[in-house]
């Protein structure tokens, strides 16, 4: 069982960076691919990045060279750096983390990113 809670989201103009976080509690942290994912109003769910226990990464065409997930196993959080946002970057995002590739992946409560002058 794992516990997800992401935080750092909120309003930016275009252009602008927020970094967020997700913070996870209750297993193994360091055995689990994690990964970000947004929903915009009236749009599917969709994966940004994923970054899997050996730290390979991998990104959505849309963020490429404008976002980066790191991960610190000693502090069991993920971490999105986004910069260079546009408004097609308004979504709420939600941290996800899977054990093995046919595992029903945990959900974090999401945290909304507003991109907007």
């Known amino acids: 069982q794992v516990q997800l809670v992401e935080s750092g989201g909120g309003l930016v103009q275009p252009g602008g960076s927020l970094r967020l976080s997700c913070a996870a509690s209750?297993?193994?942290?360091?055995?689990?691919?994690m990964a970000w994912h947004r929903q915009a109003p009236g749009k599917q769910r969709e994966l940004v990045a994923i970054?899997?226990?050996?730290?390979?990464?991998n990104y959505a065409d849309s963020v490429k060279g404008r976002f980066t997930i790191s991960r610190d196993n000693t502090k069991s959080t993920v971490d999105l750096q986004m910069n260079s946002l546009k408004p097609g970057d308004t979504a709420v995002y939600y941290c996800?983390?899977?054990?093995?590739?046919?595992?029903?992946?945990?959900w974090g409560q999401g945290t909304q990113v507003t991109v907007s002058s």
């Open positions: 996800n983390a899977r054990l093995r590739a046919w595992d029903t992946p945990y």
């Open positions: 970054i899997t226990t050996g730290g390979s990464t």
């Open positions: 209750g297993s193994i942290f360091s055995s689990y691919t």
